[in-house]
């Protein structure tokens, strides 16, 4: 065997077991294996997941924080200001610079399937030219995705449009949009309706930032599930943010979830953001601005979840770490039930790998690709109270990312302890 990983937890299963992997493929999956590896793992009885996935980024942005400015409101209109004066200037050198180092952090957190948006209204492509060639660059470690992104709109300027095609012939994988940000709400419309006559044109899938917004007139998101009906493009949208829904009233949001059910569009929330940025215009009582997840999971619609932004015009912190996404996420959806919890790692694994139709070759399972996580954790739940990074990050049966755990001493009246933090964390069944 290539590779053997030994007393692995795995989600949903009881007891520990052991991964055979060889050709970069988990060829069984046992209590005990008697093969030996040509490398060997002890995962102690940690568990053991298929690696993050982060539906939604902007890595043509990540890690320019002050540059040109910071953000003195916090709000999300400063943010694309600020960052309109930026990509006056950008080169694609920097923006490759600041990428490399987002996807080594990602990696780190166990991150390896990426999409992220790349904005098209830059007249010389040189965030989506960067972005794609960082693609090619990292494809043995990740798997990126790079979505045309018309930060500033497709019918605030008419040449907009002719960008959003370029991107697409180019190479990006999908078509965005932003109709929340058009003019009017006929412009918002229209914007909709360009993005799925290209998506078609070129067979590509929609992923669009859809009512980033705390307006509750604000009610794109019923457009962009009746086109994908339609269109017969049901299972091939999704719809990022959708901040809006936290103020529908709720003769409304039964309606809506029916819709995007019937549609197939899943919904992608990026709690670090949405809670930082919505509610800005508010004084108290303040909003959550966030999607409805918990009520959403409940009507049958897929939902994942997306960092968004690290270090940059939007949000000043970060680390590219999809638990510290799902650890906001859990609170402000208020996902704190025992089975919430423990099901509220879908939202990180399964559900995006749905919403990329890859749950063929995704997954800890025979005959799926050896790509794998080591959480320093023997739970779902231990992992999200403990935010570790993972102790190793596998990729085609190839260890690619290592860390050697942290040791913690307590120093007191009766000398030196050395702390056992996962065993000071015993709480019972919960833990």
């Known amino acids: 065997m290539q590779l053997v990983v ?6 949903g299963r009881s007891g520990t077991f052991d991964l055979a992997v060889d050709g970069g493929i988990i060829r069984k999956v046992s209590k005990s294996l008697a093969q030996r590896g040509e490398e060997e793992l002890d995962a102690h009885g940690n568990l053991v997941v298929p690696p993050f996935m982060d539906m939604h980024f902007h890595l043509d942005s990540a890690l320019a924080y002050g540059d040109p400015r910071f953000n003195k409101s916090g709000t999300l209109l400063e943010g694309i200001e600020i960052w309109a004066d930026k990509k006056r200037k950008i080169s694609e050198d920097e923006i490759h610079g ?40 990292f494809k043995d470690l990740m798997d990126v995705q790079v979505t045309a992104f018309p930060q500033d709109g497709i019918m605030t300027d008419p040449r907009n449009q002719e960008f959003l095609e370029k991107s697409v012939e180019l190479g990006a994988d999908n078509v965005g949009m932003i109709p929340h940000h058009e003019f009017t709400r006929e412009d918002g419309v229209r914007s909709i309706e360009f993005a799925f006559d290209l998506a078609q044109k070129y067979g590509k899938d929609i992923d669009g930032h859809v009512d980033e917004t705390d307006d509750d007139q604000s009610r794109f998101l019923e457009v962009v599930a009746a086109q994908s009906i339609k269109r ?89 770490d999809m638990m510290q996404a799902l650890f906001m996420g859990v ?74 755990p942290s040791v913690t001493e307590l120093i007191g009246p009766r000398g030196t302890e ?11 069944k919960a833990s």
């Open 232 to 320: 017969h493009y049901e299972g091939r949208v999704t719809a990022g943010h959708a901040t809006a829904m936290g103020s529908y009233n709720d003769a409304y949001a039964a309606k809506l979830y029916r819709i995007l059910r019937r549609a197939g569009v899943t919904i992608v929330v990026n709690p670090l953001i949405n809670i930082t940025i919505q509610g800005r215009f508010d004084s108290y009582p303040k909003r959550r601005g966030m999607a409805r997840v918990k009520e959403l999971l409940e009507w049958g619609v897929n939902v994942a979840l997306g960092h968004d932004c690290v270090m940059d015009p939007w949000y000043p912190l970060g680390k590219g």
């Open 6 to 11: 030994r007393n692995a937890r795995l989600r």
């Open 98 to 137: 600041r990428a490399v180092k987002m996807l080594k952090l990602m990696l780190a957190n166990g991150t390896q399937v990426l999409r992220t948006n790349a904005d098209t209204t830059e007249p010389k492509q040189r965030p989506l030219r960067a972005l794609l060639g960082v693609k090619e660059e």
């Open 418 to 428: 050395r702390l056992d933090l996962e065993e000071l964390m015993q709480t019972g």
């Open 331 to 404: 609170h402000v959806g208020q996902l704190t039930g025992y089975r919430e919890l423990a099901n509220s790692f879908d939202l990180i694994t399964t559900n995006p790998a749905k919403a990329l139709r890859m749950e063929r070759r995704y997954g800890v399972e025979a005959g799926k690709p050896a790509n794998l996580v080591v959480l320093e954790a023997k739970s779902e739940i231990q992992a999200l109270a403990r935010l570790a990074p993972p102790l190793y990050v596998v990729r085609r049966g190839k260890v690619i990312v290592r860390r050697t």
